[in-house]
């Protein structure tokens, strides 16, 4: 019998977290500048957009500096901002094109909520959006962990159900956390004292029972899903699991 995947291919894991993630820092190679804090999102072809202010390090600068960006996606259970995994993008940087600056603004907005990014977009004087022209990813997530190139990580997408995924999944933990308890309780010999809703793709469901030190429970679906009402009515077969 052929054995369900359990779990997305790593380039779309990794592509998915890129979408959920937010740039931390950034490290110019060849200087002995320390990183400095960033400020940005991800565009919809996975590559870093930073937000640069007038006085920046990259702001000024007129060729393609080589940097790392870190990236990091997380994820709040009660009220703690926990990790899912942090990447390490490694590329060239190059100022967006004028032509593309409000897509890569709109791209942004989300995990840059700043007054900035609509002066960058009007001021010839003021921020720049500048990306980063990626050459590598380095990835981890937990227990795994690897290097990404060029090729592999641009030519994957995200988990195409990601948006709905990520939806059910607040409205799970938010509302349905009893229920998801009684149902791992149904399928651990251990005790459980807490179960948050974790992952969630096309593949399978990940909960997590505890925050501080976490047990993670990966259940696959028989088959990958490919549409929202397939995804939502397995999450319900989950809840109800006795």
Known sequence: MQQPVTAPPVPERVRTLAAT????????????????????????????????????????MREEPVVTVDLAATRSLGGLELSRGLLKVQGWVQAVPAAEAW???????????????????????????????????????????????????????????????????HHVNATHRGQLETALRSMLAAPVSEAWLWELDRFGATIRSGVDNPTLVRLPWPAPITDAGSLERALRCLLCHH
């Open 103 to 169: 897509e890569s603004a709109v791209a942004i907005a989300e995990r840059c909520p700043d007054e900035a990014l609509f002066d960058a977009l009007e001021r010839t004087d003021g921020p720049r959006l500048l990306r980063v022209d990626v050459g590598q990813v380095i990835y981890l997530t937990g227990p795994e962990s690897g290097v990404l190139d060029a090729e592999e990580y641009l030519d994957a997408d995200p988990d195409p159900l990601m948006s709905e995924a990520e939806r059910m999944l």
């Open 21 to 60: 993630a937010a740039p931390t820092h950034v490290s110019l190679a060849g200087t002995a500048l320390p990183a400095i804090p960033a400020r940005g999102g991800v565009d919809g072809a996975g590559r870093p957009v930073l937000l640069v202010l007038p006085g920046d390090p990259l702001y000024g």
